[in-house]
């Protein structure tokens, strides 16, 4: 990336000259693509820039083409080159031979990543530490140190489902990012973490999003935690469960995996409001356990989204009820 390029287009747009921008912008982008291939997700910034330009001068469908070009290049960036290849070789381990996984694109920097800086390791993704910023994290598909290597009853699944062949975590929040983040705006990051693109890692690539942090600088809590360490504002936390619960209906989003409080953390702030961040948008739209309710029928993913909802409401309202029978 050449951030002086990015910050003199940065600077025309914001004089709104648009004229002297435009072209300054599309060099940038031929000039990054020259040195960093079509594939890069770097490329997104200069894209970035221009939809904007574009977005400003009215011209909407060019905005259209080119966001939905940087979709494609950041969802692609988490799949291995020639990913088809890895899947016929563990559903036919004896036509095609097996190889390791290799990315799309290659960086200058690779981050270090170790155990040391693991500070959470679910089914299908590992989140580390940002070396360089521990305000920041960076989420790791376990696959690209896994690889495939699917059970026979997951190869069924594969061939019945074909919409989870190419179903990795960071693939799928990248989608929320670059499409349902854009849609809704500002009001997306009350209840999401910042996303700052996509840096390539020893372990594969990563996705570097914040660490949710309450106003006072601390790290905010699930809200199972956060309840049973502050007993006096349960009544709250469920008020704030509401609240996103309303707010995903209201831009007609849909999330699962509410079973589990950890996603769900309550961000403390006197000056703008207390909320609930979902740090794991990854099941949004196409859940890895279930069929693309929310594209094909949406008011079955509501149901279900609402029905989820409800349980872990439940579940935090009986956290408060046994607080309550301990105090007494």
């Not at 291939?37 to 904007?52: M, T």
């Not at 009820?321 to 007494?328: E, G, L, P």
């Amino acid at each position: 990336m050449y951030p002086d390029e990015v910050a003199n287009v940065v600077k025309l747009i914001q004089n709104c000259k648009y004229d002297k921008a435009l072209p300054e912008a599309e060099k940038a982008l031929s000039r990054a693509t020259k040195e960093l291939g079509g594939n890069h997700p770097d490329l997104v910034v200069y894209l970035d820039l221009l939809a904007e330009i574009y977005e400003a001068e009215g011209q909407y469908s060019r905005v259209k083409k080119i966001r939905r070009k940087a979709l494609k290049i950041w969802m692609n960036a988490f799949l291995p080159k020639d990913s088809y290849k890895y899947f016929f070789a563990d559903l036919l381990p004896f036509l095609f031979e097996r190889k390791p996984l290799q990315p799309r694109f290659f960086s200058n920097e690779v981050m270090p990543l170790d155990s040391d800086l693991l500070i959470h390791s679910g089914s299908k993704r590992d989140t580390f530490v940002h070396p360089k910023d521990p305000r920041l994290c960076i989420k790791i598909d376990r696959l690209w140190k896994e690889g495939y290597r699917l059970s026979p009853r997951k190869r069924l699944e594969r061939i019945l489902m074909p919409w989870l062949i190419d179903f990795w975590s960071n693939r799928e929040e990248a989608r929320v990012y670059r499409s349902t983040a854009l849609r809704v705006g500002k009001a997306f990051y009350e209840h999401a973490p910042r996303c700052f693109g996509i840096a390539m890692t020893n372990l594969g690539p990563g996705l570097v999003v914040e660490r949710i942090c309450n106003e006072d600088g601390s790290f905010s809590k699930p809200i199972d935690v956060f309840v049973k360490e502050n007993p006096d504002k349960a009544g709250r936390a469920l008020e704030l469960l509401r609240e996103l619960y309303d707010f995903l209906v209201s831009h007609k989003l849909v999330i699962y995996d509410w079973a589990n409080p950890a996603n769900f953390l309550v961000r403390q702030s006197k000056s703008k409001g207390d909320k609930i961040v979902v740090v794991d948008w990854k099941t949004e739209g196409t859940a890895d356990k279930d069929i693309p309710l929310r594209d094909i029928f949406p008011a079955l993913a509501l149901k279900k989204m609402t029905y989820e909802y409800n349980c872990l409401y439940e579940k935090i309202s009986r956290l408060c009820d046994f607080k309550d029978n301990q105090s007494a």
